[in-house]
């Protein structure tokens, strides 16, 4: 089964624009979550969509935002980048009710300068 | 703020030896508590799982230990081996989202 995609793997944006980042889940994880990776912050969670509907939000501004399709897959836009977006933005899918046992892909490295 | 943390950010380890990795969470509620390890230029990974309801759940080469009265929570891995270096992270399932520690990087020494 092939694992959790992500695209693009880098990102070189400049402060003021948006991006738009794209992911996979595994075939039949319904559930998608992202998260920022950061070396101050750790593992952050951004929101959590499931069957196009997010079920969870973690604490960032609304310029972050995302959506998922009807084939599970998800986006995640952010808008007005700052220098402190720079980070790696991790998706994650999991089995319904196996929340907890998230399976990632390898990150999308988005550079603001 | 509730939070989960680790207590090293670093551990080297002989080849061959049982590493322990720990943990201190601070919130009750949560029902899981899970063991992820990061490899370089990868996503984290899921090594194992344990409901709060338990002390000890066992896997290939793992264990994690759960202390709910000192909220604190262990894994440990038997004949550390070099595929075993990586940031290991602690994560609770809390309010249906996974809270994530700080991580500590295991080293390897030959």
Same mark, same amino acid.
């Given at each position: 089964?092939?694992?959790?995609?992500?695209?693009?793997?880098?990102?070189?944006?400049?402060?003021?624009?948006?991006?738009?980042?794209?992911?996979? @889940?595994?075939?039949?994880?319904?559930?998608?979550?992202?998260?920022?990776?950061? @070396?101050?912050?750790?593992?952050?969670?951004?929101?959590?969509?499931?069957?196009?509907?997010?079920?969870?939000?973690?604490?960032? @501004?609304?310029?972050?935002?995302?959506?998922?399709?009807?084939?599970?897959?998800?986006? *995640?836009?952010?808008?007005?980048?700052?220098?402190?977006?720079?980070?790696?933005?991790?998706?994650?899918?999991?089995? *319904?009710?196996?929340?907890?046992?998230?399976?990632?892909? @390898?990150?999308?490295?988005?550079?603001?300068? | 703020?509730?939070?989960?943390?680790?207590? $090293?950010? %670093?551990?080297?380890? +002989?080849?061959? #030896?049982?590493?322990?990795?720990?943990?201190?969470?601070?919130?009750?509620?949560?029902?899981?508590?899970?063991?992820?390890? +990061?490899?370089?230029?990868?996503?984290?990974?899921?090594?194992?799982?344990?409901?709060?309801?338990?002390?000890?759940?066992?896997?290939?080469?793992?264990?994690?230990?759960?202390?709910?009265?000192?909220?604190?929570?262990?894994?440990?891995?038997?004949? %550390?081996?070099?595929? #075993?270096?990586?940031?290991?992270?602690?994560?609770?399932?809390? #309010? #249906?989202?996974?809270?994530?520690?700080?991580?500590?990087? $295991?080293?390897? $020494?030959?």
């Amino acid at each position: 089964k092939a694992g959790v995609t992500q695209t693009p793997r880098y990102l070189i944006k400049t402060r003021g624009q948006q991006v738009t980042l794209s992911c996979s @889940p595994i075939s039949g994880h319904r559930s998608v979550s992202w998260y920022q990776q950061t @070396p101050g912050q750790g593992l952050q969670f951004l929101f959590e969509y499931f069957s196009e509907t997010q079920r969870n939000k973690g604490n960032f @501004p609304g310029r972050f935002s995302g959506r998922q399709f009807s084939n599970s897959r998800s986006e *995640m836009n952010v808008s007005t980048l700052e220098l402190g977006d720079s980070a790696l933005y991790l998706c994650a899918s999991s089995l *319904m009710g196996r929340e907890y046992e998230q399976y990632f892909g @390898p990150g999308t490295r988005l550079t603001v300068t | 703020g509730e939070s989960v943390g680790l207590h $090293l950010p %670093t551990l080297s380890v +002989q080849e061959g #030896d049982n590493s322990i990795i720990n943990c201190a969470y601070s919130n009750s509620a949560s029902d899981y508590f899970i063991w992820y390890k +990061q490899e370089s230029g990868k996503g984290p990974q899921f090594i194992i799982d344990i409901r709060s309801n338990m002390d000890k759940r066992q896997g290939q080469r793992v264990t994690v230990l759960l202390n709910k009265t000192v909220k604190h929570l262990s894994l440990q891995i038997a004949a %550390t081996q070099p595929g #075993d270096s990586a940031v290991y992270f602690c994560a609770e399932n809390r #309010d #249906d989202k996974i809270i994530f520690g700080k991580g500590t990087r $295991l080293h390897i $020494l030959p």
